[in-house]
């Protein structure tokens, strides 16, 4: 069945590069995203990539995709206090409206 | 610029006691979505509507009820609240067409006694 799985924890440095790993098993999601909790609030869509790209930057934010490995990574450059949330990761069925979510990955900043 | 609202943010139940979670958006979405959140459990989704007037049942369904009255508006009814319904509870809607993504409430936390 479907499923998409990520490290529960991650501490990184303030100032050092944060890399979250995803990895998913369906192999005909079309579109991959990165949602961002923060404490007490919903999630917040952060970026995604479709399944036909490598990578995708924005300003801060890297995107891989190694697609045959199943493999989606999210590097957060310059890690800030603010960066400090839950990240989940995601994938889309090609066949209906579902988005499957892993358990998210806990970012905690050290100073 | 609501997006997704939902109400309430808080409450506390006796096992028992019956409630509706309201959930109303006004981005002309046709889907939408209930999810519960739990430590270490991830989200997980509970109904969801694919347009008004249809309801389809998620992972976990079990002890819930949805209605989906309008465009706008789609409910969570729990009949007889269960501790172990105890979560954080998130509305969250799509767009048109597939590969939408998903934009969320700010959720709704319930304790139930």
């Known amino acids: 069945g479907e499923d998409v799985e990520q490290s529960l924890f991650l501490s990184v440095r303030e100032g050092d590069s944060s890399v979250i790993n995803c990895t998913y098993t369906?192999?005909?999601?079309?579109?991959l995203y990165w949602y961002k909790q923060e404490p007490g609030a919903g999630l917040q869509l952060l970026t995604y990539?479709?399944?036909?790209?490598d990578m995708k930057q924005d300003q801060r934010l890297t995107v891989l995709l190694n697609k045959k490995d199943k493999h989606l990574s999210l590097r957060i450059a310059d890690t800030q206090t603010g960066d400090s949330a839950i990240y989940f990761c995601?994938?889309?069925?090609?066949?209906?409206?579902?988005?499957?979510f892993g358990k998210g990955t806990r970012l905690h900043i050290l100073p | 610029n609501a997006g997704v609202t939902q109400t309430p943010k808080f409450q506390v139940l006796k096992t028992g006691q019956s409630m509706t979670l309201q959930c109303a958006q006004d981005?002309?979405?046709?889907?939408m979505y209930w999810y519960r959140q739990d430590p270490g459990m991830g989200l997980r989704l509970i109904y969801y509507?694919?347009?008004?007037?249809?309801?389809d049942k998620g992972e976990v369904p079990n002890g819930y009820n949805v209605s989906r009255l309008n465009k706008r508006e789609f409910s969570l009814r729990l009949e007889s609240a269960a501790p172990s319904q105890t979560s954080v509870y998130f509305c969250?809607?799509?767009?048109?067409?597939?590969?939408?993504?998903?934009?969320f409430g700010d959720g709704t936390r319930l304790s139930i006694l």
């Open positions: 995601a994938e889309s069925m090609n066949r209906d409206d579902k988005i499957i």
């Open positions: 369906d192999s005909s999601s079309t579109y």
């Open positions: 990539i479709f399944s036909n790209m």
């Open positions: 981005m002309n979405h046709n889907s």
């Open positions: 509507s694919a347009s008004e007037g249809t309801t």
């Open positions: 969250a809607t799509t767009g048109t067409g597939l590969n939408q993504p998903q934009h």
